[in-house]
């Protein structure tokens, strides 16, 4: 032949995995301790989905939307987390900027605004750091209408009683925190339309509360826990109660060291994110399926095997399996983490942990655990029994 097949695993592999399970568990306790402090403590780093934000609709003037470069421009204002999508048709986009915090960027951005809608000489900065004041200064004396009229330039309507009285350079403008951070909503869109103005018309813009993001967190939250209460019911009823707590314990392993990936490469957690938890898990109990597959099939085989030693060999039997889905998959999804581009990276490299950790958790954690649940295969061996005198 002038080629031989790839074995991952050479045949008749007699690995002592269970060996190692005190040292594994130990390991694998830590780092998901270490996850769920980290969450706790530094906390992911959410999205605009679950934030809020800004959602502009733009077209653009000739052929279709370019959305590199929407993403290239629109990055480089200083406005935060900003993705894209065609929006419709190919020369129509949609653009979301993340709620914007009213810090210094957002009034160095109203500078810029004021610098090209209003001339040159226009300083615009924050008051007092216990206010959300800001403070406009013109090149020259201005009454209260011209005053209207300037600062209406960056998205701020002021009051009568806000206005200046007589002539004058200066101009504060009092504001609490909140409501700075609600003018600078304005300013992002501002920017933008300043940034793609020559090439697209902004057809319409949308503000996203936290309260829609909350929402959409908490309804994340209950498909996580209807899909891991699903997959834990199927798991138990088509095997012992042991294989469906088993099966739990290690997919909570999978999800809580995956946050803990998010957490500690700050990777944006978005729905786009949750979906590739919801996947994690998926991916996880169906490798765990195969090995369970194959003990449950061997208990009823070697009927003078221990427990251990019996687990050891099915999984022995199924790595080869295992390792080349684990392998291909992983393959696939390294193609998406190098070349997907920053839309899909937090959910290229969660997916990418996901593999990993799935098929090891199925080995050290769910098989592990069989042992400390005291899995008993006299259990089959005696329902065997009963069923061969049934039939006789």
């Known amino acids: 032949m002038l080629w031989k097949p790839l074995h991952l695993v050479p045949a008749g592999t007699k690995f002592d995995f269970l060996g190692k399970r005190r040292f594994a568990l130990i390991a694998s306790t830590t780092v998901n301790i270490i996850s769920l402090l980290a969450v706790f403590f530094i906390g992911l780093n959410f999205g605009i989905d679950f934030k809020g934000g800004i959602a502009i609709q733009v077209r653009a003037k000739e052929g279709p939307a370019n959305l590199d470069n929407l993403r290239s421009v629109v990055g480089g204002l200083g406005v935060g987390e900003v993705s894209l999508q065609e ?13 914007q915090d009213g810090g ?4 160095a951005g109203a500078q810029r605004i004021m610098l090209s809608r209003a001339g040159e000489g226009w300083q615009v900065k924050p008051g007092a750091p216990e206010t959300g004041d800001v403070e406009f200064t013109a090149p020259r004396a201005l009454d209260g209408v011209n005053w209207r009229d300037a600062i209406s330039r960056v998205g701020l309507t002021i009051l009568d009683r806000q206005l200046p009285r007589g002539n004058t350079q200066t101009a504060k403008v009092e504001m609490t925190h909140e409501q700075r951070a609600e003018w600078c909503q304005q300013v992002a869109i501002k920017l933008v339309e300043d940034a793609i103005g020559a090439k697209y018309d902004l057809r319409g813009t949308e503000s996203v509360g936290p309260k829609i993001g909350d929402e959409l967190m908490h309804g994340g939250i209950l498909a996580a826990l209807a899909t891991m209460a699903a997959i834990v019911i199927y798991v138990w009823v088509r095997y012992e109660w042991q294989f469906g707590v088993g099966a739990l314990i290690a997919m909570l392993h999978d999800l809580i060291s995956t946050l803990g990936i998010f957490v500690l490469f700050q990777l944006d957690f978005s729905l786009t994110a949750l979906a590739a938890v919801l996947t994690i898990a998926g991916y996880s109990i169906n490798d765990k399926v195969v090995i369970f597959d194959r003990v449950r099939e061997n208990m009823r085989r070697y009927k003078k095997m221990g427990l251990i030693e019996l687990l050891n060999f099915s999984i022995n039997e199924a790595l080869a399996r295992t390792l080349m889905t684990s392998v291909t998959v992983f393959v696939a999804v390294l193609a998406l983490v190098l070349f997907a581009g ?3 990276y937090s959910f290229s490299v969660a997916m990418l942990w996901g593999i990993v950790v799935g098929t090891y958790s199925s080995i050290w954690i769910a098989c592990a655990g069989l042992v400390y649940m005291n899995l008993r295969p006299e259990q089959f061996r005696h329902e065997d029994e009963k069923a061969e005198k049934a039939k006789a």
Do not use: K, N, S, W
């Open 87 to 99: 929006f419709g048709d190919p020369t129509t986009a949609l653009i979301r900027i993340q709620r």
């Open 104 to 107: 210094p960027q957002c009034v």
């Open 342 to 344: 920053p839309v899909l």
